[in-house]
């Protein structure tokens, strides 16, 4: 074996593989990026929605909930059939790159609003009250002064799940999107041994992965530097109610 | 005149009873009212029904002659705005820095100059002893200077009434004083002021008018030489024969 894989070598790092290779690791973050993106800023607009005290949003409340709830616990590859299937029969013919991108977004959007809804949760009570007397108005109760203190409860996990979700991704080769795992299925089926081809895919994840689990352990550090400084007493469960 | 006016005000938390049963109040501009009275009474529930943080189940309250819809976002709104509290536990915002604390409602909700904003905070925190601590973060503050920090940032908004709810209970005994002599300060500038207070002396030096309260209801009110030497009611001598005993 170790000389059919030195005599493979030669072969197998060419130009023309290295271009096959990076089309497929660009697909891979540009899913990730593009599909934890849009889901980081849906994740907002669904927290906003879900914490607005107002009865007149109370039928979506529920259905943000039913959403969050439902998308957390369908597994990645069971939703990217469903939104490829679905797509199909309503005669939406999308690439598949853009049907990936969709799923990784529906996913992210329910993780992430789980994760900014701790992040307002960590935010004492008082914080909401103080910003309401002062008439600051429920966006910029968030913007000024929820946010800003949420951001190192919500920063670690979320790019923790964005990591994971780069290696989630790999799950999109089945459905036939170019991207890091179907180039290893390629490169094997055209005669490259598995351990060159798949090894070259452990090898990439790993080196997307780690300088981003690096970066998010620095952010984690600068951000619990910076606000080390706590309210005076526990939160509260849930933002609480401070007026229309 | 009245410029603040409660008409039967009743009370509920949505999770509890009854905490504000039928109260009616008069203040007048430029009029120091304290209430006082044992834990849970309602008193630092009546501030908070004042500002709109919990509005009232029953009863009207009236500014200047204005009945106050807390349903009507506006009239809330343009409440706030001549209202400014303090409360018991600071409140500051944990993400800004004193100076910041003070003038981002100045600059943010009401669109004043940024240089002005900073000059005046600058001026009100210097007024309040903490110059040196403009670029301090709340947890940085000692609990009395966090406290002038909450006093400062609510005088910066200019307020018509300032609503003072126990500001020295969470205190040091040590710190108190210096909390008490910048209200000492304001008093005497004319501002009017409701105050919740456990200091017995320091509400008779200050008020004009003293306020007693117990189970949710107003037991007793008149002159602070009537509330603390001569109490016309049983309750309110009660609790005031207890307190001066201490």
Known sequence: ?244 | MAQIELRGVSARYPSGGQVLDGVSLVVDKGEVVSIIGPSGSGKSTLLRVLVGLLPPSAGEVWLDGSRLDYADRKALTAARARLAIVFQQFNLFQNMTALDNVTVTPVKIRREPKASARARGEALLRRVGLGDKLGAYPDELSGGQQQRVALARALALGPEILLLDEVTSALDPEMVNEVLDAIRDLANEGITMLIVSHEMAFVREVSDRVVMMADGAVVETGPPGQIFDAPRTERCREFVSKILRH
Request: charge should be positive; hydrophobic fraction near 55%.
């Open chain 1, 1 to 244: 074996m170790p000389e059919g894989l030195l005599g493979q070598l030669e072969v197998f790092f060419t130009w023309q593989n290295a271009l096959l290779w990076l089309r497929a690791t660009g697909t891979t973050v540009a899913m990730a990026v593009v599909g934890c993106g849009v889901g980081f800023v849906l994740a907002n607009l669904l927290v906003l929605v879900r914490t607005w005290p107002s009865r007149w949003l109370l039928p979506l409340r529920v259905l943000i909930v039913l959403y969050v709830e439902v998308f957390r616990r369908i597994p990645f590859l069971v939703l990217i059939f469903l939104v490829l299937f679905t797509t199909r029969a309503l005669g939406l013919h999308m690439p598949l790159f853009a049907v990936a991108c969709v799923t990784v977004t529906v996913t992210a959007t329910a993780f992430i609003a789980e994760i900014v809804r701790a992040g307002y949760e960590s935010v004492h009570r008082n914080q909401w009250e103080s910003a309401a007397v002062m008439n600051f108005g429920r966006l910029r109760t968030v913007a000024l002064v929820v946010l800003p203190q949420a951001w190192t409860v919500i920063v670690p996990p979320a790019f923790s799940y964005f990591v994971m979700f780069i290696k989630e991704t790999s799950l999109a080769s089945q459905v036939g999107v170019y991207e890091l795992m179907q180039a290893g299925k390629y490169f094997n089926n055209v005669g490259v041994s598995p351990f060159l081809a798949f090894g070259t895919c452990l090898a990439i994840y790993f080196a997307l992965s780690y300088p981003l689990t690096r970066v998010g352990w620095r952010i984690e550090r600068r951000l619990a530097h910076r606000f080390r400084r706590t309210s005076p007493a526990e939160p509260l469960a849930a933002p609480p109610v401070v007026g229309p």
